[in-house]
């Protein structure tokens, strides 16, 4: 096979001080990612409290159904929209290009966010779902320009653990997320003693508490902006140079500074981008790559439905281990400090240790068993959890949050996390931020549905049991059932993903095969000249 110097040397490369800066600047995006969507948790209660309250009502207030949707859905939406437009542009543009302005939006968005505008209801409310979603937007940019530079920029050898570190800072930026809903909750308590709802309920929710929800979400600037000097640092993935670009001997000297060599040698010829036939989405694309990008979408798609989906079942667990007391007997900014220790513990016990030992292990069982064991056991656990539901909730406890752990811990030790790997590694270099970009789209397609189709569907199919602002759906437990089917047709699906580890990512793409095909081309075309010459010469 035919494979450029430049790539080859990146190929075998050692493990160097730059892999880890690398995982460091490109992870840091990830845990602003997460930090961003999950610190909006932490504060509805409170902005519901705060803007929502009904006099003389026996309990705290919380968001209107249809507002607490559109403040948790439309940073959803906006990151379907980056994705795709974002992987786009990341393969017309360059990666680097692109990647700060990813982050300038998410730092100038998350500010705006704590800075919504107004103090009626509907003006803070619609605010904050306008910066939302461009805050959204610029966390979907992340995705695709993120694992495509990791995938880039790695070895060979230790390509999936780099790629899987990146995507891990999720769970640090979700437990983050909690930490600071828990400090900054305590400082606010330690200065303002206000006392529980059920005592005084005017009192339990002070005017200064609006600050509160609003230096949390503000905080999720500070990560990114910290890091953007460094992302204006990093050269040009030399994969994007030498093959979309066409320029092999930029890609030479950025690399050779990358790795700490004098040089890197170039002797064979580049094959530009107009010398392969085949354009995105073509016959040709499909042929060779159809099968490839429908079981990234599917397995995304479906895997973020059952992720997403955890919020039906998620209050249960944390009165069932008493993390939440009932809301009446806190204040506002107390059931702040409650609901982000919850999180954090939460994200402690199960999320964080699956995403890391998927780092530790995707380089030696590769990321085919991975996922197709995440699925499995997924739907395992979750059967378990389904059958005996109310028996557990209410007499197992322990089994209960045992259950809940488990398939949590087995989605980020599986599909979470290679659904986010792979389509990094299938795609030439030409398409491979945009493949990258509809691949996770279709995951948060499916994490809108998991969050808010579900949601509707698990209410209760008795009208007198329908909480207000839901129509009737099927119940809980049905529920459940359905998403036990969609881990395991995510099973299923994860047969049409080949597995990518330890391979060249030319090797995965073709891009070797249609370079050696062009070298080819170009010795019979000399060949040819020089028989013509000495035709004439005879």
Known sequence: MVQLEVLTALDKAKTQWYHFTAIIIAGMGFFTDAYDLFSIPVVTNLLGRIYYQVPGSKTPTHLPVNVNAAVNGVALCGTLAGQLFFGWLGDKLGRKKVYGMTLMLMVISALACGLSLGHTATSVMTTLCFF??????????????????????ANTRTRGAFIAAVFAMQGTGILVAGAVGCIVAAIYNHFVQAPPFSVNAAASCPDSADFVWRAILMFGAVPALATYYFRMKMPETARFTALVAGNQEQAAMDMAKVLQVDEIHSTKPVYKTQRIQYKLFSSEFFRRHGTHLLGTTSCWFLLDVAFYSQNLFQRDVYTAVGWIPAAASMSAVEEVFKIS?????????????GY??????????????????????????????????NHLKTHNTTGFIVLYAFTFFFANFGPNSTTFIVPAELFPARFRSTCHGISAAAGKAGAIIGSFGFLYASSSSHQSEVQPGYTKGIGLRNALFLLCGTNALGFLCTFLVPETNQ????????????????????????????????????
């Open 132 to 153: 939302r979603f461009w805050l959204g937007f610029g966390i979907g940019g992340d995705y695709p320009l993120s694992a495509t530079i990791m995938s880039e920029y």
């Open 341 to 353: 220790r919850a999180q954090s513990l939460i994200a402690l016990c199960s999320t964080v240790p």
């Open 356 to 389: 890391w030992v998927t780092v530790l292990l995707i380089d030696r069982i590769g990321r085919f068993k991975i996922q197709l064991q995440g699925f499995f056991f997924m739907t395992v656990f979750m059967l378990a959890l389904t059958i005996p539901y």
């Open 503 to 538: 391979i060249s990512l030319e090797d995965l793409s073709g891009e070797n095969e249609e370079n050696e095909r062009n070298e080819a081309e170009d010795r019979a075309a000399a060949q040819a000249i020089a028989n013509g010459t000495q035709t004439q010469t005879h």
